[in-house]
């Protein structure tokens, strides 16, 4: 009897545990949701008002394009050309493979609708902002699509941040989960870069694009741990 009641307790505890953090993990998310989503309508707003962050964003890529460098110009071009829609999408359907042959099926959904449903998300955003791309005399890259927000940087953001997200929940010590959240945001960074020092896009449309993407990437979290959620309650039912 004494046994039994030590076995319901560690089970009771078990299950306030795993309750207890479900709810800081989506407090958290939705904490990030918001967050992100005021960051980009800052930056939106400032861009409306032309506001002083949009003389910023003149001043940088026009330093960046008067002093280009052959081999980082080569090096960019290689990274941006690689995170191009196609780059993205073959990689994104690369890992859901491997994850769907591993039967994490709610982690392909995680990856999928944040990769795929980012992308369509930044083709509204650009048509309605419609704003248009820097524009040089001799270019390095020519593109005739809206520059508001960048879409290289949010198909990024949502592909990294989302592989950083399922690496995280996957390991225990917190060294590896540094690193993986250092490896991503590097990524980031650096695909947002090239497309600021290859003369396509302002750095305002890269930080909007950043936030974009974290936020959407919370959201799309956010609802399949409640879909997840409301199926445990269904099976338990």
Known sequence: ???RSNTLKKFLKARFSLAES????????????????????AIAEDLATNDPLT???????AWLHAHPVDSITRALLLITHL???????????AVSAYLW??????????????????MLLNVLLKHLFVRPRPHFNNPLLT???????????????????ALC?????????????GLAIASAAGLILLVGFSRIYLGVHYLS????????GLAWLAFCLVLVEALERRGKLTQEK
Do not use: N, Q
């Open 1 to 3: 009897m004494h046994h």
């Open 22 to 41: 479900s709810g800081l993990y989506l407090t958290l998310l939705l904490v990030a949701l918001l967050g992100a989503a005021c960051i980009f309508g």
């Open 55 to 61: 003389t910023a964003d003149v001043h940088f890529s």
């Open 83 to 93: 995170h191009s829609a196609l780059g993205v999408t073959v990689m994104t359907l």
């Open 101 to 118: 042959v591993r039967r994490l099926r709610m982690r392909v959904l995680k990856l999928t609708l944040a990769v795929f449903g980012g």
């Open 143 to 161: 593109l005739t699509s809206y520059s508001f927000p960048s879409g290289h940087t949010l198909m990024a953001t949502v592909f990294y941040g």
């Open 165 to 177: 997200m399922l690496i995280v929940a996957r390991v225990r010590k917190w060294r590896w989960r």
């Open 205 to 212: 449309d890269v930080l909007a694009a950043i936030a974009e």
